[in-house]
């Protein structure tokens, strides 16, 4: 296929050298070898089992209360080489970087994951206010250049989230959980098609999973058979 990083040189977007791809050779390999993939991880949420849950194929949190989603696949730990290529695309605003973590993407984990029979993929929405001050949805723009077959249809307008003022990463647990129970809804037109489909949702990161297990409540509530969650960077358990 044309491509026109071969075209031009570009910096890599973890160790900035200039060479001729998005990401280098030896980037890809380091990553390669740091993913997620060469773990056992739980099958449900992703998190790394620990030694006593290695056993079984869920982690003990997924095990007591078994998540809405029935798999999640994420390519690296949060603290990985690519923590830094995000954080340029995220808060840098780096849009080209959306390229490149796709790139790394593509090549460690679409030809692993082709055997899943998908129908619909969905990025974790942004708010509108947000998505103004940020000027795009991370998600999305790597989202939109994964590769996962020609017949899935990538619906970025499908799920839409409410703003809320309260930062995430400061409230409390419970209040947490009430906050994102009223955060997401379905664009109308859309919902009825979500009935009997497998739905992958994307998201850059995943911490306690409560995020993507509130949207995965509401595709099953709509009648989707399952959802399955592709995440770039996954936060492990503190040890
Ligand atoms: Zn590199
Ligand atoms: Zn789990």
């Known amino acids: ?29 380091k990553l390669s070898n740091e993913a997620l993939w060469n773990y056992e991880c739980c ?5 790394c089992l620990t030694a006593n849950e290695l056993q079984a194929v869920d982690c003990d ?40 973590l796709a790139r790394a993407w593509n090549v460690i984990l679409s030809s692993r994951l082709s055997d899943l029979e998908i129908d619909i993929a969905l990025p974790v929405p942004l708010s509108q206010t947000k998505l103004c001050e ?9 989202a939109k250049r ?25 409230a409390s647990k419970v209040m947490r959980y009430q906050t994102i129970q009223e955060m997401f809804y379905l664009e ?8 009997d489909r497998t739905i992958i949702v994307f998201d850059d990161v995943m911490t306690s999973g409560a995020t993507l297990n509130e949207i995965a409540r509401i595709l099953k509530d709509n009648g989707a058979s399952r959802v399955i969650n592709w995440v770039l960077l996954r936060t492990q358990q503190p040890q």
Request: proline share 4%.
């Open 146 to 170: 994964i590769d996962c077959g020609n017949h899935i249809e990538k619906l970025p307008r499908a799920l839409l989230r409410h703003h809320h003022h309260q930062h995430q990463a400061l």
């Open 61 to 100: 949190d997924c095990q007591i209360e078994p998540p809405h989603f029935d798999a999640s696949y994420c390519l690296a730990s949060y603290d990985s080489s690519l923590q830094k290529a995000l954080h340029d695309l995220k808060y840098a605003k780096r849009t080209s970087v959306a390229h490149g």
């Open 43 to 47: 099958t449900q949420c992703g998190i």
């Open 1 to 29: 296929m044309f491509s026109l990083a071969k075209l031009l040189p570009s910096a890599c977007i973890i160790c900035e050298a200039f060479q001729d791809d998005l990401v280098c050779l030896a980037c890809l390999k």
């Open 134 to 142: 940020r000027g795009f949805n991370q998600s999305w723009e790597i």
């Open 188 to 195: 109308h037109r859309y919902a009825p098609i979500f009935k």
